[in-house]
């Protein structure tokens, strides 16, 4: 959620700033100066009416001891206590629709974003050339199929369109880069958190999905106590809600964090004829990095994480880029993202295999997570997270990129203590 009083300072400023992401925000914020001057408005009133009643009530016992009639400022004081509760009444309706146009607006894009969608998003740097075979290769549909890795028609068959199913060697590398991972998150002084699959509502309000994407989620109703769940589509979501509501101390921070999970997605299902296989899916296994910092750590936290993404994929060979990423392109909660994208041969580009972001105080402000700095001020954190790693592009890729004439894939040097081979054949 953004500050309100920034809003209320530079409307303009923001209005150009939401416009870089694409979003005509003029009559949300015209709106919300609107509903902030009606609630200021009504505070004012009330406040006014219950210093006149505490007036009034001060004034009976002196009126009844002079044996005045106190009639008519008993029939006062019953006006009054009429009109504070319609105000309440008022102030609670024009706050829940402040909030609501509030939460809907997206974060605001840092300043050297460029405005614009994709076709503005900026290449920073390559890492290691193309790979180049001396034979036809493969593409890791065939390729899986071909090695026993994933059972495509059987994940079908169990679940529908836009599920598969790891078998054997498959299932055994898609452990080995899910522990390379966390290996690697673990000696960088990361805590692994292992969170609930299933969150509540509050969950995706606080990561700043709900309430616009709250429909692109898998619910679960419980038929039992009538409470909705929703299936997290990524860790973010939960971690992002871990000291919700909370008050941390600056010894507290930074919480550096990493997460395990499936992720739960509702995307499938319309995509491109070469995001075959694996590349999209309902289902797909994603290791999370995430941070909650002090203000003026956040952006050394965004560089950390960049270059933590870098490492893992370089660690496992591949070529990639570092791409900065347009207004536009960036999600809705982010001020601003870094995509880290590797080459998939046979789909003849780049495809985004982590994203790093950072909100800063979005997120904080949507679920009032915040910090007691040494002079006993109370500022809000700011929050990040990173993918490190989403494997449903990663095993695609190494796959491809690592593939011999015969058939056979040779495995990354960093997973072969966890497979206990060099080379994966049929």
């Keep these: 959620m953004l500050d309100i009083k920034y809003i209320i300072e530079k409307p303009d400023e923001v209005i150009a700033r939401l416009a870089k992401k694409g979003k005509d925000a003029r009559e949300d914020i015209e709106l919300i100066l609107k509903l902030d001057g009606e609630r200021r408005s009504l505070i004012g009133t009330t406040e006014a009416l219950k210093a006149e009643k505490n007036k009034a009530s001060k004034q009976i016992p002196m009126l009844k001891k002079e044996k005045k009639d106190t009639t008519e400022i008993f029939a006062r004081m019953k006006e009054i206590s009429v009109e504070i509760d319609a105000g309440a009444a008022k102030l609670k309706e024009v706050e829940m629709q402040l909030t609501g146009v509030m939460l809907g607006l997206p974060n605001l894009p840092d300043d050297d974003l460029l405005a614009g969608g994709k076709e503005n998003n900026e290449p920073l740097r390559y890492y290691g050339e193309p790979k180049q075979f001396d034979f036809e290769p493969k593409n890791h549909v065939d390729l899986c199929n071909g ?106 921070l930074p919480k550096k964090l990493v997460s395990y999970t499936p992720c739960f997605r509702r995307e499938a299902g319309s995509y491109r004829s070469d995001e075959r296989g694996m590349v999209r899916g309902h289902q797909f296994n994603k290791v999370e990095m995430f941070q909650f910092t002090l203000p003026e750590k956040s952006d050394e936290a965004f560089d950390e994480l960049v270059t933590k993404a870098e490492n893992l994929v370089k660690g496992l060979g591949f ?53 007691k700095r040494a002079d006993g001020s109370i500022q809000y954190l700011h929050t990040l997270n990173g993918s490190g790693l989403a494997t449903s592009r990663i095993l695609p890729a190494l796959v491809e990129q690592n593939q011999n004439a015969d058939g056979s894939v040779n495995v990354p040097e960093v997973l072969q203590k966890y497979l206990g081979v060099s080379v994966i054949k049929k």
């Design 319 to 371: 070529h990639f880029r570092t791409v900065k990423l347009a207004a536009e392109d960036c999600s809705a909660s982010m001020a601003r993202t870094y995509d880290i994208e590797i080459n998939i041969p046979s789909m003849n580009g780049y495809k985004e295999v982590s994203s790093v972001s950072n909100a800063r105080d979005y997120q904080a402000r949507r679920g009032m997570m915040r910090v």
């Design 147 to 252: 090695l026993g890795l994933i059972d495509y028609e059987r994940g079908t068959k169990l679940a529908g369109s836009g599920f598969w199913i790891y078998r054997g060697m498959g299932a055994r590398l898609e452990w080995a880069l899910l522990n390379y991972f966390i290996d690697t998150h673990l000696a960088d002084g990361y805590e692994l958190i292992l969170p609930p699959h299933m969150l509540e509502y509050e969950c995706g309000l606080t990561a700043g999905q709900f309430p616009k994407f709250a429909d692109e989620v898998y619910k679960i109703e419980n038929p039992t106590d009538n409470r909705m769940h929703y299936m997290l589509p990524t860790a973010e979501a939960a971690l992002a809600s871990l000291y919700r509501g909370e008050i941390l101390t600056e010894a507290d």
